[in-house]
């Protein structure tokens, strides 16, 4: 059976009016249900049941917290008493910050869904560098696109309350017609349909197809001033991994696959490299900021903490929560293990499923490597706030594992 989004492709592509194009989503949305089953939350557990959770720096996620608690205590009661105690602390030491963990909220282990990998799967990201220039010239001449005005996101859930959080993108086709957006190999043709909506160039494609898969990075101008730019928007086309078809294509193998393997093969055959990377049709449009010492700006709106803030599948994992990560470090033969308070403060188009993150850890050399090698498996464990006397019961009763 065909997906929503295959059934929106067709209807764009034969260039239905709007309303048809909404009429039909409806529609077919009652006859075809939900995407796919959800994971769920196990009941809570016992902190000393998360391993680590003694040995974790937790001091360390205090400033990732107060991001989260930006956001969250303008929504949430629980969140708005929480998040007063917490800056009424002021700056914790780790026995602090674990005291007040443990006695507002309680840990809760994720599971799969039905048709999931139950080992989970733990990625990471990072903030690149790219060397870049206001003008275009001989050396910079690959665009960095802000946002175009011709964009149309259509709101599926304001037509049909079971596609709340879906969304549509296209552009419209003389005064009555939508079709798709342009797609990254329309955009790179040479006749340049984005035009005027430039933030900067650079002088690697390479680095620059990366940049959109990373999301953020930094651009150094050639003053040497600093430009920072942050995922604002995308065309509405589906993101395909060009890892993947590298591996079907028996290109790179499985076990060797990673960030690093992928930019050696692109810079090792350009003459294939234009056809891989247009194979991924999803072009992400950016915005600019000045560069500070913080993080990029996640889905939650807040910066991102390297090494305390991850991406996460928002139909699973609420943003904002607090998550214990349980999982190992890359190209590490004894499988050191990774294990500490991250929080849910990113979303991506490659992070769907339960078990699923993707780790942010920050910029320089370090963080490129483990973040263009990570790919592990793990356990995730969802914080749930709570009132303190609720906490400290559960902690007391030693509830286990049961159902999902």
């Not at 949305?29 to 009941?43: K, M, N, T, V, Y």
Request: proline residues 5%; charged residues 25%.
């Amino acid at each position: 059976m065909k997906s929503h989004k295959q059934i929106v492709s067709q209807m764009f592509k034969a260039r239905l009016p709007l309303f048809a194009v909404l009429f039909l989503v409806s529609f077919l949305s009652a006859c075809l249900g939900p995407s796919r089953p959800e994971g769920g939350l196990g009941p809570a557990i016992k902190w000393d049941q998360l391993s680590g959770w003694q040995d974790d720096r937790l001091a360390e996620a205090w400033p990732a917290l107060m991001s989260s608690c930006n956001k969250l205590e303008q929504r949430d009661d629980v969140w708005r008493e929480l998040c007063l105690e917490a800056r009424l602390i002021g700056d914790p030491n780790n026995e602090e910050a674990r005291a007040f963990f443990e006695t507002r909220f309680v840990a809760r282990k994720v599971f799969a869904a039905n048709d999931e990998n139950g080992d989970g799967l733990i990625t990471g990201y990072y903030q690149p560098l790219l060397e870049g220039s206001r003008e275009r010239t001989q050396q910079y001449r690959y665009a960095v696109y802000q946002r175009p005005d011709d964009l149309l996101v259509i709101d599926l859930g304001s037509v049909y309350e079971d596609l709340k959080g879906k969304r549509m993108r296209g552009r419209l086709h003389g005064k009555h017609r939508v079709v798709p957006y342009f797609s990254r190999k329309e955009i790179e043709n040479g006749e340049n349909p984005l035009k005027g909506h430039e933030i900067a160039w650079v002088d690697d494609p390479v680095a620059l197809f990366f940049l959109h898969i990373q999301g953020s990075g930094i651009i150094r101008l050639r003053d040497g001033s600093l430009l920072a730019v942050g995922y604002h928007d995308q065309n509405g086309h589906p993101y395909y991994a060009i890892g993947r078809r590298l591996i079907e294509d028996e290109v790179i193998k499985e076990e060797d696959m990673s960030m690093q393997a992928i930019r050696d093969w692109l810079r090792n055959n350009p003459d294939q490299a234009v056809d891989l990377l247009n194979s991924n049709p999803s072009y992400v449009f950016f915005n600019s900021r000045p560069s500070t010492d913080e993080g990029p700006i996640g889905s939650l709106g807040v910066p991102l903490v390297a090494e305390r803030s991850i991406a996460v599948d928002r139909r699973v994992i609420r943003l904002g929560l607090p998550v214990w990560l349980d999982t190992t470090l890359p190209d590490d033969k004894d499988g050191a293990p990774y294990r500490r308070l991250v929080f849910a403060q990113d979303t991506g188009g490659a992070i769907n499923g339960s078990i699923r993150a993707d780790l942010f850890w920050g910029r320089g050399q370090r963080a490129e490597e483990y973040a263009g090698r990570m790919r592990q498996p793990g356990s995730l464990y969802v914080l749930q706030p709570v009132q303190r006397q609720a906490a400290s019961t559960i902690e007391k009763s030693g509830a286990g594992r049961g159902d999902s």
